[in-house]
Each structure stands twice: as C-alpha cells, then as structure tokens.
C-alpha cells in the first residue's frame, strides 16, 4: 500500500501558517503521517490566481478584519500557541527567506531552518526582509548562513521556487495555509481537523 502523502504550501508571510506548523507535529504525532513542507511565493501565487491579502481584500470590512482576528485568538489559546506575536513589519516581503527555504531542504536542514524563521517572523517579531537579520537568524540557528545564501541566489533554486508556486496554482491552490492530502485540498488552519481526518481514512 502505499503510504499517505501529505503537503503544506507554506509562506512565512503568513501568520496563519505559522500558526499550523505549530500544530502540524500533534497531528503527525497522532496519525503517525510525516507532512511534506513545500516553500511556496505567496505573493507570485496571489498573482496567478486573481487573489489578494485577507488584509488587503477585507481592509474596508471592519466587522470581518475584527472576526478575523477573535478567530485568530480563539485558535491561539486553544493550541497554547502563547509565543505568537503580530509582526510590525507585516506584509513582509518573503522572496528571500522563501529562496532560502527551497536551498535549506537541498542541504537538508529544511526543518531547522523552517523553525528558526518561523520563530523569527512570529514570535519575535523581527524585520526578515532585511539582509542583516536574515544573516543574524541563520547564524544564531547554527546554520550554514553563507552556504544558505549563495545557494539562494543559484538560478536552479530561484526556478525551483517558481515551480513549486506554478504547481500550486494549477493543482488549485489561491493562498497560504494549503494542505493537500492526495489530491483532496484544504485550505486554512480552520481545516485542519478535516486534513487529521482525511490522513487517517487514506491510512485505513
């Protein structure tokens, strides 16, 4: 049989996908499903599909910006997410910490850099569209910040990431958090229980 394959699309812009990778290890924990982090441009995937910003497309909706964010917190303190900050800096622009993302999986530590990213963008609410703070973050996490860098810039990485973004849009996908179980899509850490649910009825 062969096993579940599970995707995230993931974007550090967005915090509500930082807010599933906080949760992504009780599910693998629970299902015991390995979920497969794909770097995607968030803002070259609203492009291909017409699509904008929460902050953007709801900006003259006070009322659902305001529901938005109950939700927000609702989920926070039901996962004990407490080292969740907002970012000042938000909309940040993420194409160099996404390139970074594609080099750090060809170098194999994909996940240790994911989470010191993670941790800089939302939990200590740090400027990572600046050069320096992206260097300052690579090396406080112990990684390889120069290596990580020039294999960054590499035209195979740049294109990688485009095709990741590309694939998205054709398998469907319109933003961040996307989860795809198979070929079933789920959009939006709201969905999760229905991605936990999917997994474990493709495994039985």
């Not at 699309?9 to 290890?25: E, M």
């Not at 990572?128 to 690579?138: R, S, T, W």
Request: proline share 6%.
């Amino acid at each position: 049989m062969n096993p579940v394959q599970v995707q995230f699309l993931f974007d550090f812009g967005s915090p509500n996908a930082y807010l599933c990778h906080q949760v992504i290890p009780a599910i693998e924990q629970r299902t015991g499903v390995r979920f497969e982090y794909t770097p995607i441009l968030l803002g070259g995937l609203f492009k291909l599909s017409n699509n904008r910003s929460p902050a953007e497309a709801f900006a003259g909706i006070p009322h659902k910006r305001a529901y938005d964010r109950l939700e927000m917190a609702r989920f926070v303190a039901r996962h004990g997410l407490a080292k969740f900050r907002s970012n000042p800096f938000f909309p940040v622009n993420t194409l160099k910490i996404m390139r970074l993302a594609v080099a750090a999986q060809a170098l194999g530590c994909g996940p240790v850099y994911v989470g010191a990213m993670y941790a800089a963008m939302w939990e200590q609410a740090r400027n990572m569209d600046d050069a320096d703070e992206i260097a300052a973050v690579l090396r406080e996490a112990g990684l390889d910040g120069p290596a990580l860098l020039a294999l960054a810039q590499t035209p195979e990485i740049k294109a990688r990431l485009v095709a990741h973004t590309q694939s998205a849009y054709e398998r469907g996908a319109f933003g961040s958090p996307t989860f795809f179980v198979g070929d079933a899509m789920y959009f939006g850490k709201d969905r999760l229980r229905e991605v936990e649910e999917a997994i474990l009825q493709a495994k039985a």
